[in-house]
C-alpha cells in the first residue's frame, strides 16, 4: 500500500516515514495493529485519531501503540508534503519467553491517547532515532543467538529513555499539565457537591480520567510527578474533606453522610475515614462537641 520493501525480519521492523510514497486516495483509513508500535513523527501531513481524539503531527513527537488498538488516519491533501521519521514495529513473538514480555505492560504510555503525545527536544529525538537505528542495523545483520538478546536490551533503552522523557514532560509543561490539575478538584468537588451523588456511587479513576479528556494511566502519572499522589488518593482526599465538612457542620447521620458520599454501605465509609484521619466518623464529630 505504501511502496515499502518487504521486511528484513519477520517480528521486528524499522520503518523510515521518508521511505514512503504519498498515498493517492485521502480517505481515513481505519487500522489495527497486532504488533506494537513506537513512532516518532515530523511535519506529518495528517491526523491520527484514537476514538474521539485526534492530534496534528507538525512538530517532533513520539507516540506508542499496543496490538489490538484501533486507529484511523486522515490524510490533508492541501497539505501533501513528504514527512519524516520513523516507525518501530515488534510483533508480542518477539518478546516471548523475554522478561521484557513480563514488564512491556508497566509502560504506562502504551495506553495514553494520541494528544498525549510525548514532544521530544532536538536532543532527545537524536538519541531515538540512534536507538532506533542500532536495532534496524542489528536485525539487518547477519542473524545469530545473540541478535534477539541485542535487540531486547536496546528496545529496553529506548523505553527506559521514553520513561524519563514523559517525566521531563510532566514538569515543563506546568500549564496545561497544571489546568489539569485544577479541572480535577473542580470535577471532584461538583462531583461530592451535587445532590444526585448517591445513585452514582464514588466516582471511579476512570470516570474523572474521561471526564477530564485524558486517558486513566496519562492522568495517573502526571498526578504522580506534581503531587505525588495517584488519582484513587486524590478522590480519596476530596471525599475525606467533603466528609470532615459535613461531620463538622450539619446534623446528618453517619448513615446519611455516607450515603450522600456515594457509599451503599456506610460500615466502608467508616473504614476508609479510619483509614485516611486515623479516627472514626463519630469521633471526629464528637471532637467539634468537647468543651
Request: overall charge negative; aromatic content about 14%; glycine content about 4%.
Amino acid at each position: 500500500m505504501r511502496g515499502l520493501p518487504p521486511p528484513g525480519h519477520p517480528l521486528i521492523s524499522l520503518v523510515d516515514y521518508a521511505a514512503m510514497g504519498l498515498r493517492e486516495n485521502h480517505k481515513p483509513v481505519n487500522m489495527v495493529f497486532e504488533f506494537y508500535s513506537v513512532s516518532l513523527k515530523r511535519d506529518f501531513n495528517a491526523k491520527i485519531k484514537y476514538g474521539q481524539q485526534e492530534y496534528d503531527f507538525d512538530e517532533g513527537i513520539l507516540f506508542f501503540m499496543a496490538p489490538g488498538q484501533v486507529f484511523s488516519i486522515e490524510y490533508d491533501p492541501a497539505q501533501l508534503q513528504q514527512h519524516s521519521g520513523w516507525m518501530l514495529l515488534i510483533h508480542p513473538d518477539f518478546l516471548w519467553n523475554t522478561p521484557l514480555a513480563k514488564i512491556i505492560k508497566q509502560y504506562a504510555y502504551f495506553d495514553y491517547s494520541a494528544h498525549e503525545a510525548l514532544f521530544v527536544s532536538d536532543k532527545e529525538e537524536a538519541t531515538i532515532i540512534s536507538i532506533m537505528q542500532d536495532i534496524g542495523q542489528e536485525y539487518h545483520s547477519n542473524i545469530d543467538r545473540f541478535s534477539q538478546d541485542v535487540i531486547i536490551a536496546q528496545l529496553e533503552l529506548l523505553l527506559t529513555y521514553a520513561d524519563r522523557f514523559y517525566h521531563r514532560q510532566f514538569l515543563t509543561r506546568k500549564i496545561s499539565n497544571h489546568k489539569i490539575l485544577e479541572r480535577l478538584e473542580q470535577l471532584l468537588s461538583g462531583y461530592f457537591d451535587c445532590e444526585n451523588t448517591a445513585p452514582n456511587g464514588l466516582p471511579t479513576v476512570q470516570y474523572v480520567a474521561y471526564s477530564l479528556n485524558v486517558s486513566p494511566n496519562y492522568l495517573s502519572g502526571l498526578l504522580k510527578v506534581l503531587t505525588g499522589q495517584s488519582t484513587q488518593q486524590h478522590i480519596h482526599g476530596k471525599l475525606i474533606e467533603k466528609a470532615k465538612e459535613k461531620l463538622s457542620s450539619t446534623d446528618l447521620t453517619i448513615s446519611e453522610i455516607a450515603y450522600q458520599l456515594g457509599f451503599e454501605h456506610s460500615q466502608s465509609f467508616s473504614k476508609l475515614f479510619k483509614s485516611k484521619t486515623d479516627t472514626t466518623p463519630l469521633a471526629y464529630r464528637q471532637s467539634f462537641n468537647y468543651y
